[in-house]
């Protein structure tokens, strides 16, 4: 069985600030991570995915998530938050079945 | 199509009342699913197609929910004596095919169902 957390519901950063957003995971099998954006009136769109290739991956708008077994853990991080990053943020993780599990969801607002 | 579309974009209707959504993949797209996103919550995945293989259905809430896709075309998802607890907005997304859950979905706007 499969199932993420997603820690912090709303985090708040400054514009040109770091950005962590922390995902956690729990995974009987090798697990698949994913990391969706939601922005305003749209909807979800791939950020990145961990597919057991490179445990650093990069993704679209300068994210990227580095994938810990030792800590079983997937944050996404930018180096630099910009006004534009504002949405809602989910990790999903898969496994060999049909299902995802997406978490609750991290809402970021960058303040100017 | 150039995206996954959804339809109706809202929908209310009255408690006890049934009602369809509607989910247009990607033409191309073997897989489909179809979660719920209740408010403050996360996505919960609702029902799998993929081809012409029997669907997951293990995510439907109660025996008042059912979906039917034709072939890789067009899927619709039916609520039946709608309640008030149903109230959330539904998403659909397809992939190109399914290979152990690499594929990345590509999800549609979502319907927004408020029952009353």
């Known amino acids: 069985a499969q199932s993420v957390t997603q820690l912090g519901s709303h985090v708040s950063v400054s514009e040109g600030a770091l950005v962590l957003l922390r995902c956690n995971y729990s995974?009987?099998?090798?697990?698949?991570l994913f990391w969706y954006v939601q922005y305003p009136n749209q909807g979800l769109q791939l950020l990145l995915k961990?597919?057991?290739?490179?445990?650093l991956v990069k993704g679209i708008n300068g994210f990227e998530a580095e994938f810990k077994k030792s800590e079983t853990s997937f944050h996404l991080t930018k180096p630099s938050a910009h006004m534009s990053d504002a949405a809602e943020y989910f990790c999903?993780?898969?496994?060999?079945?049909?299902?995802?599990?997406f978490g609750t969801g991290t809402s970021l607002t960058v303040i100017p | 199509g150039a995206g996954v579309s959804q339809s109706p974009s809202n929908k209310v209707t009255e408690k006890g009342k049934d009602v369809e959504l509607r989910c247009d993949p990607i033409?191309?797209?073997?897989?489909l699913y179809w979660y719920r996103q209740r408010l403050g919550q996360g996505l919960e995945f609702l029902i799998y197609?993929?081809?012409?293989?029997?669907?997951?259905k293990s995510g439907l809430p109660s025996d008042r929910f059912s979906a039917e896709r034709t072939g890789e075309s067009v899927s619709t998802l039916t609520i039946q004596r709608t309640q008030q607890e149903d109230s959330a907005v539904y998403l659909c997304?397809?992939?190109?095919?399914?290979?152990?859950?690499?594929?990345?979905?590509?999800f549609g706007p979502g319907t927004r169902l408020l029952v009353l």
């Open positions: 997304a397809s992939s190109p095919r399914t290979s152990g859950g690499i594929e990345t979905q590509y």
């Open positions: 995974s009987s099998v090798p697990p698949y």
């Open positions: 961990y597919t057991s290739a490179a445990t």
């Open positions: 999903a993780v898969s496994g060999t079945g049909n299902q995802f599990y």
């Open positions: 033409s191309g797209h073997t897989a």
């Open positions: 197609f993929q081809g012409n293989s029997a669907p997951d």
